[in-house]
């Protein structure tokens, strides 16, 4: 099952950060969430992941600045070097049980679901 990954709408870009929020794509199966990020002009070396039991945050530096020169009612030229997104995730999961795969622009993040425990009746 896809899942949207925003609630809210937020915008695209930080100007003050000069960063991009990366195009994401969140699955959820039985056992885990999957998140995927775009990360294009990134090196595996420069992405940090952190995960809570409901939040991933991806963070990354770019090999090279991007720059647009026109774009929007602004029509200004912006430098944007790095990406950064926080999600919501729909289920609670074991951050000790991710695994994360980075190939050709493209990061596969896979949460664990967390399964509660059993209560044995004495």
């Known amino acids: 099952m896809i899942i949207m990954a925003e609630e809210n709408y937020t915008p695209s870009w930080d100007i003050g950060r ?9 699955r959820e199966t039985e ?5 995927t990020a775009d990360l294009p002009c990134v090196d595996k070396e420069n992405i940090e992941i ?21 774009w929007g009612g602004a029509h200004r030229k912006v430098r944007f070097n790095s990406f950064r ?12 049980e991710a695994e994360a795969t980075f190939k050709r622009g493209i990061l596969e993040v ?3 679901k967390r399964k ?3 209560i ?3």
């Open 85 to 96: 997104r926080r999600v919501s995730l729909p289920a609670i999961v074991d951050t000790d």
């Open 18 to 26: 000069r960063c991009l929020n990366p195009l994401i794509e969140l």
């Open 50 to 70: 952190t995960a809570e039991e409901k939040t991933l945050t991806i963070k990354a530096e770019m090999r090279k600045d991007i720059q647009f020169k026109s």
């Open 116 to 118: 509660g425990s059993k």
């Open 120 to 122: 044995k009746i004495q």
């Open 110 to 112: 896979r949460l664990r």
């Open 31 to 35: 056992d885990e969430v999957i998140v």
